[in-house]
């Protein structure tokens, strides 16, 4: 079964930087799609990196410049660097996973999900 992890959270000042890993085992996919999704207290969860198999990746405007979602193959994680943290970044962090070539931020694409990790950024 697939199974995604995650790792990384943490509390960090503002300005600086975190970087959060997503363990994926289980999948047979020859085509799939990963993101990142965070929710904040009384917010929406919002989708914000998405990255698929052919490399392309969709940020949102929120981190656009400041994060970057990547795919290491070996280690067949997905990574998340995030520099320049703001406080609202605060949030619960998710990783996504599914089949097919699709780099989207829409929840309702991905079946699987990792168990979400605390990211507290104080100012």
């Known amino acids: 079964f697939v199974q995604l992890v995650l790792s990384g959270g943490a509390s960090v000042q503002a300005g600086r930087s975190l970087r959060l890993t997503c363990a994926a085992s289980g999948y047979t996919w020859i085509t799939w799609s990963m993101a990142w999704f965070r929710q904040a207290p009384g917010m929406e969860r919002e989708g914000f990196a998405g990255?698929?198999?052919?490399?392309?990746?969709t940020y949102a405007d929120s981190v656009q410049g400041r994060f970057t979602i990547s795919h290491d193959n070996a280690e067949n994680t997905l990574d998340l660097q995030m520099n320049a943290l703001r406080p609202e970044d605060t949030a619960i962090y998710y990783c996504?996973?599914?089949?097919?070539?699709?780099?989207?931020?829409?929840?309702?694409?991905?079946?699987?999900w990792g168990q979400g990790t605390q990211v507290t950024v104080s100012s």
């Open positions: 990255l698929d198999s052919t490399l392309s990746t």
């Open positions: 996504a996973a599914d089949e097919g070539d699709i780099a989207t931020l829409n929840p309702s694409h991905y079946g699987y």
